[in-house]
């Protein structure tokens, strides 16, 4: 017999970046009485990493539960970013509805439409959300009919189509139902989950069947898997039996060694879940995402999607420059293979692949950002290792043509600067699909573009539209090699021999192009030091002083003026490498160098 459950709900938050899910979430945190009055609570709390806070953007999806009259609501903060699309879809099943919230003033933007459409395809009910109505650029009423619009473009029943609204202001902690409502707090979206979101329902006399959607990962208890009780109830120490939908062989028994609810931002040990609780399990080392916790007597496992297949992929190896070992706490290949195949613990969306020498690794993921944020995380750690440039994952197809990645790319820009960007993203075989005006002097712009001509390009278009332009990047499947690319149109000043540099070696090589280094950096032969004027690479010698002789003192160096150097950031320096090229990454500092840095090797392997 189905029951339901009424005194839980489960909902995840959806939302294009930066639209303000976790903002949200703090505030319905803050409401429901989770923190004490007097509690210090830092910003968007969900957001636990470092990188996390820094960039403003959610990389994990996140569980928490509040109260609110009686009835526990689990809420799934969800990420924003397309790289992080794999957790999303994930996350959908474990919750019974979803809160889309949209910006007041940004509207209906790709993320949304991605994030919704999944939604839409599992019947989720949907309660939207448009959120910073205390912008003063705000359109509310225009905005409802974009998400109205985009409800009827994805097929949406008439029972989603029918979805409430709900106006917010998560900044300062209030809701409405009608605009010209006088604001309180939260209370109205609370009413709203309540009343709107289905109880969980399920069989409490079936046996027990829970889905693992998300892992996580503890360093005393090893993996948590953390799913929803669909039928039945899950004890501790109950025995149960592991099966998989796509692996129709698995199937194993283990022990529930201990058992958590979500309260808060904590993990409450609990003796037993009923069906519609969201819990964590942990004390079964090898769980895994889309496995399903079944009864011995009739394991039947939960049909999950598909994790989606990495597109892109960089090698990992040890760092075996002149200057390696000097700043890293970890620098060997047994280090590195260690902490990679570790992230695999809790980073379903990623790869990791031994090579043909013990020293470098395959990692492929979704997008550059997805592996971008890995390697920071082990520079962090205090790991130095060397990348080298993102390429893309070709398909052979039925009739044994190349495919590769395709990305739908929406571009939002001052008008003023769509020439330039149709200009560069036609030269990286981007086809434009379409183009319209919105609010504001800036025009949208829609290209279907393949995913290598993509990489390296976030740089250019930043410096191209002066830093207003806005650019969101979809998977779009496969399709047939679109023919080859050039990613740079300039080359690399390579550093002619070891030493340290100066200021009149420096002066010498700035009129050659950019530099990327300062006086009294150490440098080494093969060692890229400025980006060149010129398409070819040059060699310059920025450690050579000045000969002294009678009639030239070394006070006069003071008056060579050199232009500053550009730094350039983890992804600006992955933008920048070529394919001849690795990126050292250290706790401190970061290098481009040439995969062959002996000048002579290099230019015969340059003539092969």
């Known amino acids: 017999m189905l029951e339901k459950r009424e005194d839980v709900r489960n909902i995840a938050i959806i939302a294009h970046v930066d639209h303000g899910k976790t903002t949200l979430v703090d505030e319905l945190l803050k409401q429901s009485g989770t923190f004490r009055a007097n509690q210090e609570v830092q910003e968007r709390v969900m957001d636990s ?21 009686g009835t526990k609501i689990n809420i799934i903060d969800t990420p924003g970013h397309a790289d992080f699309g794999g957790e999303v879809e994930r996350v959908l099943k474990m919750v019974d509805g979803v809160i889309l919230v ?104 079936a046996g027990t069947q829970v889905l693992i959607s998300t892992i996580d990962y503890n360093e005393y208890v090893g993996r948590i898997g953390v799913g929803k009780v669909s039928n ?65 007597e009739n394991p039947e496992p939960i049909p999950f999607q598909k994790i989606s297949e990495p597109t892109i992929a960089m090698t990992f190896c040890v760092n075996d420059s002149p200057l390696a070992g000097k700043e890293g706490k970890f620098v060997t290949s047994r280090h590195i293979r260690e902490r990679l195949f570790k992230e ?10 031994e090579t043909d020498t013990t020293e470098a690794f395959k990692v492929s993921g979704r997008g550059e950002l ?50 330039v960007v149709i200009e560069k993203l036609s030269t990286r075989k981007g086809e434009l699909v379409s183009m319209g005006s919105v609010s504001g002097g800036y025009t949208r712009l829609e ?26 990047t979809l998977f779009d499947g496969y399709a047939p090699y679109k023919g080859d690319l050039s990613y740079r149109k300039t ?58 002789t009678n009639t030239r003192s070394s006070s006069a160096d003071e008056a060579l003026r050199l232009t500053p150097p ?18 050292e990454v250290t706790p401190t500092t970061l290098r481009i160098r040439k995969k062959i840095l002996d000048p002579i090797m290099r230019k015969r392997a340059n003539r092969n």
Do not use: W
């Open 370 to 419: 997805h592996l971008s944020v890995l390697i920071e995380n082990m520079r962090r750690e205090g790991y130095e290792f060397a990348v080298s440039k993102a390429e893309v994952l070709y398909k052979k197809g039925e009739n044994g043509e190349k495919l590769e990645p395709m990305e739908r790319a929406y571009v939002d820009v001052p008008d003023e600067f769509s020439g």
């Open 447 to 472: 290209f279907l573009i393949p995913s290598r001509g993509l990489i390296g390009y976030r740089g250019d278009f930043l410096t191209d539209t002066k830093g207003n332009g806005i650019i969101n």
């Open 102 to 205: 949209v910006d007041a003033f940004e509207g209906v933007m790709p993320q949304t439409k991605f994030v919704l459409k999944k939604a839409l395809e599992l019947s989720l009910p949907v309660i939207c959300c448009i959120n910073k109505i205390d912008r003063p650029e705000a359109r509310p009423k225009e905005v409802i009919d974009e998400v109205l619009e985009l409800l009827m473009d994805l097929d949406a029943s008439d029972d989603q189509l029918d979805c409430p609204f709900v106006f917010a202001s998560a900044k300062q902690g209030v809701a409405i139902l009608e605009l010209n409502d006088s604001p309180k707090n939260m209370e109205p979206l609370f009413e709203t989950i309540v009343d709107y979101i289905p109880a969980p329902q399920g069989d409490p006399d």
């Open 232 to 296: 039945g109830s899950i004890k501790v120490n109950q025995d149960v039996c592991i099966v998989n939908a796509h692996e129709p062989e698995k199937s194993r028994r283990v022990k529930v060694s201990k058992l958590y609810e979500f309260e808060g931002l904590k993990k409450v040990e609990v003796e037993e879940a009923r069906i519609g609780s969201i819990v964590a399990i942990s004390g079964i080392s090898d769980i895994h995402i889309g496995d399903t916790l079944c009864s011995p």
């Open 49 to 69: 990493n470092d990188i996390e806070r820094e960039r403003g953007i959610t990389i994990l999806s996140k569980n928490t539960a509040i109260h609110y009259k």
């Open 344 to 353: 695999l613990n809790t980073d379903v969306s990623l790869r990791v692949e």
């Open 491 to 548: 080359g690399s000043l390579i550093a002619f021999e070891a030493g340290e540099s100066v200021t009149y070696g420096l002066y010498n090589a700035q009129e050659r192009g950019y530099l990327f280094i300062g006086p009294g950096e150490k440098v080494y032969s093969g060692m890229v030091v400025g980006q060149s004027a010129k398409p070819e690479d040059i060699e310059v010698n920025v450690c050579k002083k000045k000969q002294l």
């Open 566 to 583: 550009r730094i350039l950031s983890l992804e600006q320096a992955l933008d920048f490498i070529e394919t001849d090229e690795l990126l």
